[in-house]
């Protein structure tokens, strides 16, 4: 599997025939380890071992609704109250982030609703704040820890109480 610029994790791959898996710690089960899997796997480990998200906040693959048709976001991350925090979208290592990565992103965050976005091949990250009264995005020069994230969300609210 490809290198990435990610924290190697401690992973487990199984090979049957010419396929090869890898171990879910969100699905609890053997995936297919696509190249795209693989980027997500990485960034799932990283987001729990290396930025303090919980683990039962992630959910992967989630289903929703975009102009009448059903869509699948790659990774959510949950606040405390079950709202979406970060979006995440994966692409394979060998798929560049184009603007157009942004606008599917961006797009799926519509009906979403998250405060921060994260696009990443694994190599390259571009992760950002919405401002959703603004209809704006601020592009980040990090990846939030789970407290950043929480402190982000918390000032959003603070001034759409104002």
Same mark, same amino acid.
């Given at each position: ?50 930025l303090g998200f919980p ?10 609704? *975009? /102009? $009448? ?5 790659? !990774?959510? @991350? ?9 979006? +995440? ?18 797009? *799926? /965050? $519509? ?5 921060? !976005?994260? @696009? ?9 704040? +919405? ?32």
């Amino acid at each position: 599997m490809q290198a990435l610029n990610l924290p190697p994790f401690a992973h487990k791959l199984t090979q049957s025939g010419e396929t090869i898996f890898i171990w879910d710690v969100l699905r609890r089960k053997q995936v297919v380890c696509t190249p795209e899997e693989w980027v997500r796997q990485h960034v799932v480990h990283y987001l729990i071992d290396h930025l303090g998200f919980p683990k039962g906040l992630l959910s992967l693959e989630r289903s929703h609704v *975009y /102009n $009448q048709r059903r869509k699948r976001t790659d !990774l959510h @991350a949950l606040d405390p109250d079950g709202r979406p925090l970060l979006l +995440v979208e994966c692409k394979a290592a060998s798929v560049p982030l184009t603007p157009a990565v942004a606008m599917q992103i961006a797009t *799926y /965050n $519509q009906t979403v609703g998250a405060p921060l !976005l994260l @696009a990443t091949n694994g190599v390259q990250h571009c992760c950002w704040r +919405v401002h959703s009264l603004e209809r704006t995005t601020q592009a980040l020069t990090f990846i939030p820890t789970y407290a950043e994230a929480l402190e982000l969300l918390a000032v959003v609210s603070r001034s759409l109480k104002l």
